[in-house]
């Protein structure tokens, strides 16, 4: 005879197969997509490389702690896996969208909320990989510097690419091909870049730019990294910004989650 307690873990088990099967499968799907992979691990290292020449022999101000590379790439640390899980989650379910494959799934018991959390946990997994090898390659081989621990700047990093991945699974809501996923870069991602901080102080801004930058979550998490690399301690602006660009990405997954729909169209 089955107890209570034997055949709760049982049922909490069978609740969670539908959402470790979606998760199994993404990470079976990237480790297969070699480009995908060179993607997501690669191309921010490279870029982060190409980043340190172009400051290498950059000026050096003594009213500055530190370097132009330095203020500059430990944002970059946030921005590259904000910018490259957003475009490759859009493109991968548009490609489910339009294969069919999206179709299926939905008409099986597998919910959205499964489908969802599925892709944003492989995702996400992908994106710590992606974050600890740039910051690997930045503070070991380019020597990056920063007065916090690098763990807070891996930490952010894959937050900033959760929230990342979260919009573009919302973004390919509205997408009917890859190409139309691809046009929401310049629309979801290009103007969060241009008011986050990396280009002009946020608060040197004009004041309805400063309102804008103040909705979009890459703005935190440029904050919250050039609060890692000033201060050798944890400061509460660095969680707040956090749980902020987390907040976001909860959002967004709900959207997309409420627009998701059972049939392509």
Request: aromatic share 8%; proline share 6%; glycine share 6%.
């Amino acid at each position: 005879m089955t107890t209570a307690p034997a055949a709760a873990p049982r049922r909490r088990a069978s609740a969670l197969r539908p959402y470790t099967a979606t998760t199994g499968r993404i990470l079976r799907q990237l480790r297969n997509d070699r480009r995908t992979v060179a993607m997501i691990l690669v191309v921010p290292a490279v870029l982060m490389a190409l980043l340190y020449f172009i400051y290498q022999n950059s000026p050096v101000d003594p009213a500055q702690p530190l370097s132009l590379f330095d203020r500059v790439g430990i944002s970059m640390l946030g921005i590259l896996p904000f910018i490259v899980m957003f475009l490759i989650t859009a493109i991968a379910m548009q490609r489910e969208r339009s294969s069919g494959t999206l179709e299926r799934l939905l008409s099986t018991p597998l919910s959205k909320l499964d489908l969802l959390a599925g892709y944003g946990t492989a995702f996400s997994l992908a994106a710590a990989a992606q974050a600890t090898v740039a910051c690997l390659v930045a503070f070991g081989l380019l020597g990056l510097d920063a007065a916090g621990n690098p763990g807070w700047i891996v930490l952010i990093a894959v937050v900033d690419a959760v929230c990342g991945v979260a919009l573009g699974l919302l973004a390919s809501a509205f997408a009917r091909t890859e190409f139309q996923a691809v046009q929401f870069m310049p629309v979801v991602v290009a103007p969060q870049i241009f008011v986050c901080g990396l280009l002009v102080p946020r608060n040197q801004l004009p004041d309805w730019l400063e309102v804008l930058s103040n909705v979009m979550p890459l703005s935190y998490a440029v904050d919250a990294l050039q609060q890692v690399s000033t201060h050798p301690e944890v400061t509460s602006q660095i969680w707040r910004d956090l749980a902020l660009v987390a907040g976001f990405a909860v959002v967004a997954l709900c959207l997309g989650a409420a627009t998701l729909r059972r049939r392509t169209p």
